[in-house]
């Protein structure tokens, strides 16, 4: 079995803050989608206020990125969404669903960080729908196709009482979500033990749907986030069919060793090719944005074969 699961790009950083033209601190925890045969790239940035926005870079082929002149969604200004938005807009997600591109991404205020929802026919204007999770949820990814007649979404709700993991909800219309369970949880001394979170919107595959998250170690020296596989039953993806018992990424370039905070590698988006590999972008120490390789059937492999247990 492969070892060996994602190839660095070996000209990373593929994006920092010098390739902003307005004044940002970091770029990272990007969601990536195809859309018109190019790669869309939504990227988080510290303003040097310590609040967060979302760029816009575009690709041609997946890696040499161009940023547009303006942001792309700044805190909301709206009265229904400016209340919850005030301490920045984060992590976003895009995920191709129907006819649009949604963006699921944390919002930050007062009252605590939630998921909005947000969609863009054109990546040119977006418009907010709804905010689908109460404080305090951060990392909602949502399914590319209705299951079963319902929408599905993968999250992370903060816990005091539980270790963070990774549950699933269901909804007919986007906006209303409910018949959420637990499905995957951190495992006691393991590289994921304090706490995990869906990445990536999920990939389907011939064998289940691939959801790829980061999964978080605490040591003497502050957390390290590394990133996982796991495979969910296409037809019912509350059925966990196995979480990879070993981690696919782990900070070790210097730009993800050492940053705004250290050792983090953090994704928000891969896109899936037609030739079975998977274009994998993460965020490198929370400052700059990184990308590689993996073969699609190494990961599923992984959790089929060396799994550990989902709860
Ligand atoms: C998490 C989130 C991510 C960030 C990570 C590492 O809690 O805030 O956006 O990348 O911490 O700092």
């Not at 045969?37 to 040499?64: C, K, P, Q, V, W």
Request: charged residues 25%; aromatic residues 12%; negative net charge.
């Amino acid at each position: 079995m492969a070892t060996d699961f994602v190839k660095r790009y070996e000209k990373n950083p593929i994006l920092t803050k010098d390739d902003v033209p307005y004044a940002v601190q970091t770029v990272h925890n990007a969601g990536v989608a195809k859309f018109l045969g190019r790669y869309m790239m939504l990227f988080r940035s510290h303003l040097d206020t310590g609040r967060s926005t979302i760029g816009l870079a575009e690709s041609d082929d997946g890696f040499n990125f161009k940023v547009r002149p303006e942001p792309f969604m700044m805190p909301s200004t709206e009265p229904l969404f400016c209340d919850y938005e005030e301490y920045g807009v984060e992590d976003p997600r895009i995920v191709h669903l129907e006819d649009a591109y949604y963006i699921t991404y944390s919002a930050y205020s007062r009252h605590g960080v939630r998921i909005g929802l947000a969609a863009t026919a054109d990546f040119e204007s977006v418009e907010r729908i709804a905010f689908i999770t109460q404080a305090d949820y951060r990392n909602t990814v949502i399914f590319p196709e209705k299951i079963n007649g319902r929408y599905v979404k993968l999250d992370r709700p903060n816990s005091e009482i539980s270790p963070w993991s990774i549950w699933i909800s269901y909804s007919p219309d986007l906006r209303h979500w409910g018949d959420s369970r637990v499905v995957i949880k951190p495992v006691t001394y393991h590289w994921d033990q304090m706490k995990i979170g869906p990445g990536a919107p999920p990939i389907r595959t011939e064998k289940g749907w691939l959801n790829i998250y980061h999964g978080v170690f605490p040591t003497m020296d502050g957390c390290v986030y590394r990133l996982g596989a796991a495979l969910h039953r296409l037809d019912d993806p509350a059925v966990v069919l196995g979480v990879g018992d070993r981690w696919i990424l782990q900070p070790e370039d210097p730009w993800e060793v050492v940053g705004y905070v250290h050792n983090v590698v953090f994704t928000c988006g891969a896109v899936a090719e037609d030739d079975g590999t998977l274009k994998l972008y993460w965020g490198g120490a929370d400052k700059v944005m990184c990308a590689g390789t993996a073969v699609i059937d190494e990961l599923v492999e992984l959790c089929l074969t060396d799994s550990r247990p989902p709860l």
